[in-house]
T-cell receptor, first 117, second 112 residues
Framework: DAGVIQSPRHEVTEMGQEVTLRCKPI?????LFWYRQTMMRGLELLIY????????DSGMPEDRFSAKMPNASFSTLKIQPSEPRDSAVYFC???????????????FGEGSRLTVL | KQEVTQIPAALSVPEGENLVLNCSFT??????LQWFRQDPGKGLTSLLL?????REQTSGRLNASLDKSSGRSTLYIAASQPGDSATYLC???????????FGSGTKLNVKP
């Protein structure tokens, strides 16, 4: 399996621009998570999906942030408009979870490093 | 809300030393606990996963233990090597269904 795939790996943009981060989870995983990592706050959970449905978006910092999962193999995290304080590494992770095999192990992508100037 | 604490925040040891990293959590109602390694500029790599019904897991030189009643987990690294230098994070899966709570990590430096 190719693992969790994220793109772009690096993004530099100017304040006010729209940013779209993409994620392909591991095939067969029921859960998808978006995290943000900064030196100051560590890893923060932004939102997670179960079977393409958003379950908990309480970590999304503002209305400028939105996430979608149109199908089981693709998710996006969008920031519009972006601000310098959004600069961070954004991670996507996926996890298999079924009642029959509830391992709940979490697998991370390599991350998207966002710099907003 | 589940809170996860990792102590120490940083650790520097000479090569060959055995060491223990600590993780504590406030709510013992967990599904599992997972230890990760993160190298600079990289994603998190899963090291060990301990289910709530288990007491420990081993992988090579790594051994992780879990004591739910006391809210503690330890990651034991035997015969440390410079290649073990990284940040180690623990994550607790519990409270809300399949929601993971992370500690802030222990940055390990193994000196040659």
């Amino acid at each position: 399996d190719a693992g969790v795939i994220q793109s772009p790996r690096h993004e530099v943009t100017e304040m006010g621009q729209e940013v779209t981060l993409r994620c392909k989870p591991i095939s067969g995983h029921d859960y998808l998570f978006w995290y943000r990592q900064t030196m100051m706050r560590g890893l923060e959970l932004l939102i997670y999906f179960n079977n393409n449905v958003p379950i908990d978006d309480s970590g999304m910092p503002e209305d400028r942030f939105s996430a979608k999962m149109p199908n089981a193999s693709f998710s996006t995290l969008k920031i519009q408009p972006s601000e310098p304080r959004d600069s961070a590494v954004y991670f996507c992770a996926s996890s298999p979870w079924t009642e029959r095999a509830n391992t709940g192990e979490l697998f991370f992508g390599e991350g998207s490093r966002l710099t907003v100037l | 809300k589940q809170e996860v604490t990792q102590i120490p925040a940083a650790l520097s040891v000479p090569e060959g030393e055995n060491l223990v990293l600590n993780c504590s959590f406030t709510d013992s109602a967990i599904y599992n606990l997972q230890w990760f390694r993160q190298d600079p500029g990289k994603g998190l790599t899963s090291l060990l996963l301990i289910q709530s019904s288990q007491r420990e897991q081993t992988s090579g030189r790594l051994n992780a233990s879990l004591d739910k009643s006391s809210g503690r987990s330890t990651l034991y690294i035997a015969a440390s090597q410079p290649g073990d230098s990284a940040t180690y994070l623990c994550a607790v899966n519990g409270g809300n269904f399949n929601k993971f709570y992370f500690g802030s990590g222990t940055k390990l430096n193994v000196k040659p």
